[in-house]
């Protein structure tokens, strides 16, 4: 028997399913009830929508306002749609102020080419400096690598705050002793500065969200690592230089929590540059990632330069390795409407990717493999305590029943209403108007949910593009 939920996906309170399986049992909970209390001046739907793609609004109270201004779901996205955004700033130099999550203030450089490309959108090239540079430092570099029509960011990272436990060190107070030893380093976080600086061009300037690139080198190649496999479905491509995706892994052998996070490489292009003679950032660190995206069939680009030391400026000024970096941040282009997602999550602040969103972790890391099509939603996960799912609307047509399948459950089957929270919730994690969906339901899995096998995860890979995994 199938059990249908009622529609709306927000909830104080739980509604329990269970059904028999070979597996074992397994039960969900979809969530209803009431919206939290709204105070406060309102503002207006338009200024809502503004907030949310800043990222200083926080969804729920956007969603009050527009309940307050009697805004139904259809048209909080029609105003979104009608979005329109001329360049704040002109064509040259800026400086910008930034603010973080931990409220701290820092410089960001830019560069706006004198015209966007022919559609009237700017394409994105993120460049994170080393440990003791700033973003003016490696600005000029990355304005020669960067196709025409595209804004270049140079953002600056801080010391870390003493209360920044780094993801990429062991979690505790030795994390955050350890961290306050660096000069600067960048934070992975969903409020760091390079984030922080998208959510910037996104309300500034009239930017193409499938056509940002995010590189780095040194502790920008860390950055790059970290920031572009927590979060995605945000950038075209990632390319980390001269960098490693753990500090950890300096002092204290493989780092088998952050090595979670490759697994999101399968939607993310990578170009990874290393000197096999790095004399500050061991080459073994980027060694050991390449040879586990070959292990798990991953796509990947590695640039080993023969002799090369940690400073590579003469590869990366001329010759055949510069050309190589200027082709890839030309060509990548993201899909932002993938049928196959899929998230590895170490932390729920970076849980979301597209149309899936990991809300609570079962224990220290989780996984979800998605497939959006036919009118189902099929789902296969471990490490997930609560689980919300959106129908994009490229892939669903949510005036028509939608069925859910959780482990080779059949959970949920029929319409899914729109809803306000829904909206405000997807535009408010990326302020990306691509990966804003206006119907959602939420599940919280059982502690006793049965592991899928190794066959389980195969779903959906039939239908992904090649991957040409593994260039060198």
Not at 178 to 189: M, N
Not at 408 to 416: I, K, W
Request: net charge positive.
């Amino acid at each position: 028997m199938t059990q249908t939920l009622p529609q709306s996906p927000w909830a104080l309170s739980s509604l329990a399913l269970s059904r028999s399986l070979a597996l074992g049992a397994l039960a969900l909970s979809c969530a209803l009830g009431t919206p939290a209390a709204e105070a406060g001046p309102r503002l207006k739907p338009a200024k809502v929508i503004e907030r949310l793609v800043k990222g200083d609004l926080p969804a729920e109270e956007g969603a009050g306002h527009w309940r307050k201004s009697r805004v139904k779901p259809r048209k909080a996205l029609k105003l979104l749609g009608k979005r329109k955004i001329r360049s704040k700033r002109g064509p040259g130099f800026h400086e910008i102020d930034l603010k973080d999550g931990f409220k701290r203030a820092s410089t960001a450089f830019l560069k706006v080419p004198k015209q966007p490309r022919a559609d009237g959108r700017y394409g994105v090239v993120i460049m994170l400096h080393g440990l003791g540079g700033n973003g003016k430092k490696v600005f000029e570099l990355a304005a020669s690598l960067c196709p025409e029509g595209s804004i270049i960011v140079g953002p600056t990272a801080l010391k870390p705050n003493k209360d920044e436990s780094c993801e990429d060190l062991p979690p505790g107070d030795l994390s955050k002793l350890i961290s306050r030893q660096f000069p600067r380093w960048w934070s992975y976080g969903e409020r760091s500065f390079p984030l922080q600086a998208l959510r910037y061009l996104r309300s500034t300037f009239p930017i193409d969200p499938n056509r940002v690139v995010l590189i780095g080198y040194s502790m920008g190649g860390f950055g790059s690592w970290n920031i572009g496999l927590r979060y995605h479905d945000l950038f075209a491509g990632a390319a980390p230089m001269a960098g490693g995706i753990s500090r950890q892994e300096y002092f204290l052998g493989r780092d088998n929590r952050s090595r979670h996070l490759l697994g999101n490489a399968r939607q993310l292009p990578l170009w990874i540059l290393h000197g096999d003679s790095d004399e500050v950032v061991p080459v073994r660190l980027d060694r050991n990632s390449v040879k586990d995206l070959k292990a798990r069939g991953l796509p990947f680009t590695y640039k080993e330069v023969k002799g090369g030391k940690h400073v590579m400026r003469d590869q990366l000024e001329d010759g055949p390795i510069r050309r190589a970096l200027i082709e890839f941040i030309t060509t990548k282009v993201r899909d932002p409407h993938p049928v196959r997602v899929e998230h590895h999550a170490i932390n729920a602040t970076h849980g979301g990717a597209y149309w899936v969103r990991i809300d609570e972790l079962r224990g220290k890391k989780a996984r979800v493999v998605a497939v959006s099509r036919d009118q189902t939603i099929q789902v296969v996960c471990e490490g997930v305590a609560k689980l919300t799912l959106f129908a994009d609307p490229t892939l669903i047509d949510a005036t028509k029943p939608v069925r859910f399948v959780i482990n080779g459950q059949e959970v949920h089957t029929g319409r899914l209403a729109p809803t306000l929270k829904a909206i405000a919730s997807s535009l408010a994690r990326t302020g990306d108007a691509e990966l804003t969906y206006a119907h959602a339901l939420t599940f919280t899995t059982p502690e006793d949910l049965p592991a899928p096998d190794a066959e389980d995860w195969k779903l959906g890979l039939e239908i992904e593009r090649p991957s040409g995994a593994g260039t060198k």
